[in-house]
Structure formats: C-alpha cells, structure tokens
C-alpha cells in the first residue's frame, strides 16, 4: 500500500472546507454521513475516498497513524482490485467525482496487526460503479468487513424517441409501444442502475419475459457479461425532443452487490408490471409524464397508460 501524506491543499481564496463541515445534499444524508479525515485515491474508472473515523488530524503523522489502523483492510482491497493504492490524506477531492457515478460503503475493522495488537477501526469507503461493475465480488477477507448499502434501483425498459407531437396523443387509456420489445433480430436487453446513477450508465439486463427480468448468466461472484447487451444512451436517444425512458416498477430496495453485477443469472423479483414514462431535460429534474402497466401488445411489449403526469414530488433525481 503506497501513500502520501502531506497536509490537505487549501483553497486559494478562502479556507478549504473541511469533511465535517462540508454541505451534504440533504439533512437526511447529513445526518448518517460518516465524519472523520479523508483518504482519495485516483484510478482510471473514477476516485476512491476512504474516511475513518477518528479525531481531526493535526498533521501529517496523525494521518499516517489513522491510516495505519486500516492497513489489514487496505491490503484485502488492493488484494481485490488487482493494483496498489497511492491513498493521500486530503479535505478538497483531487478528482470529484460525477453526480450518482459511486456508491458508499460502511466499514468496520476487527482485526490484528502482525504483531498480535488487536485493531479496531470503521469509517466508509465511496467506489466509482464503473470499477464495481469490472470485479469479480469481494473476498472472504473484504466481504466481513464491508457493509453494502440496499439502494432504490430503476430498470429501464426503452428509450422511445418522442417528440413533442408524439407526447401530446399521450391519453389515458392510450398505449405507448416499446419498440425495442418488436425487434426479432436483437434481444431485448434493459438497463438496471441506481436511483441517480447517471442516464448512460447502469447493468445490463435480459428481458426475454419483462415481468421476470434477468441479470446475464455469469459464474458466481463474477461480474455480469455485457457482451451484446448495449442499450441506446437516453441522453441521445429521443431525437430532438426530451430524452425519454420507460422505467418498470421496482417497489424494494436493491443490494449493491445485485446493482454490481455480481450475481449472474439472478431474477428481479417483485418487478412490474406497473411501469412509468419520464421525460429528462438536461440539468432539469426528470419529469413523470404517463404512468401505466406493463402488457403483452402483439409481438412485443407496450405501456398501457393508466394516468398522465404525477405530482412535482415524483420527480427522479436531477442528472
């Protein structure tokens, strides 16, 4: 395990805030938000940001000191990742990271040095998803000592491309085609992310029976196999109106190790059949513009729509 261990940067024009003052998106969130110093480590997929919890540190030895309460846990996660971790002690993230582009793990340490002294250490971890989604599922070593989070997740169905002539013959008691449920030629593949996960990003998902989806069959702990399961980017999918999804019902809470792929031919229980329309504009909230079930329409699949729009409170997250 590689670190540096110099003092934080500070901001040029005024002081750098620190972790336990930092604004968080909301008093929720603030509230079980870890507190204590930060470590970041920058790899191609997006930063890592480990943070223990401990006193502030005053310099740089106190950071080498908190860090190396962690080091049985830092070894398991190089051993996973396949590559050293250069962790520096840091209050501004070298690299921040985008919006829904990680997921946050609490951890907790038991453990003993080499020398026999016990260790007990906890804080949270942030990974990049892009990372999750390339590695096989954590070790026995890892896997005791984090504490996944169960997310809110959204399936996407289709991107249909609507303009806005198209969204004003939306009705009740109207029907939206998925086109990509008609064609013979390609399977129908959706996309599972978390709730905020950014639009383009997200797991692939077999759609052979809709109400059943199912993650591409891989070997056990290994993430899932993308190969031929691209589905279009809604960002650039809908032409020159609003990107647009269908998005099937997903009432429970996922865990994270089902949003990273790494159990390979699991089945989305409890999905569906109730399924929404939304609208996204770019830097605006994504809107609920039609809401319905899912039912068979001929050869493939369509929204049956049930209600138009729903209330300001429905809206998803803002990418």
Known sequence: ?????????????????????APSASAAAAAAAPRGPVFECVLPAGPLRLRVEAPALAHAL???????????????????????????????????????SQVRAAWQLD??????EPVAARGSIELPWALLRTLPAPGPALAAVLRWPLLPAQL????????????????PGGALLLPESFDAATPWR???????????????VALEQPLAPRLPAGAEGAPAAAEGLDVADAAGACGPGPACEVLLDLPHGMGTPLLAGWQ??????????????????????ALCAARGRLMPWGGGWALAIEALGEAEDATLPVY
Do not use: K, Y
């Not at 500070?10 to 805030?17: E, R, V, Y």
């Not at 080091?71 to 996660?77: G, H, K, N, S, Y």
């Not at 996407?156 to 009705?171: G, M």
């Not at 959706?190 to 692939?204: M, T, V």
């Open 1 to 21: 395990m590689d670190a540096v261990l110099d003092a934080p940067r500070a901001a040029a024009a005024q002081p750098a805030l620190s972790p336990r003052s």
């Open 62 to 100: 106190d950071a080498a000191i908190a860090l190396q309460r962690c080091e049985p846990q830092l070894q398991a996660l190089e051993d996973w990742i396949g590559r050293a971790l250069d962790w520096r002690w840091t209050e501004i993230p070298m690299a921040p990271a985008e919006r829904g």
């Open 111 to 116: 453990a003993a040095t080499a020398a026999g």
């Open 156 to 171: 996407v169905l289709s991107c249909p491309r609507l303009a806005a002539e198209d969204l004003a013959l939306l009705e």
């Open 190 to 204: 959706g996309r599972l992310r978390a709730a905020g996960e950014r639009g383009g990003a997200g797991l692939p």
């Open 264 to 285: 390979g031919g699991a089945v989305l229980a409890q999905a569906g059949p109730g399924a929404a329309l939304w609208l996204r504009e770019p830097g605006q909230p």
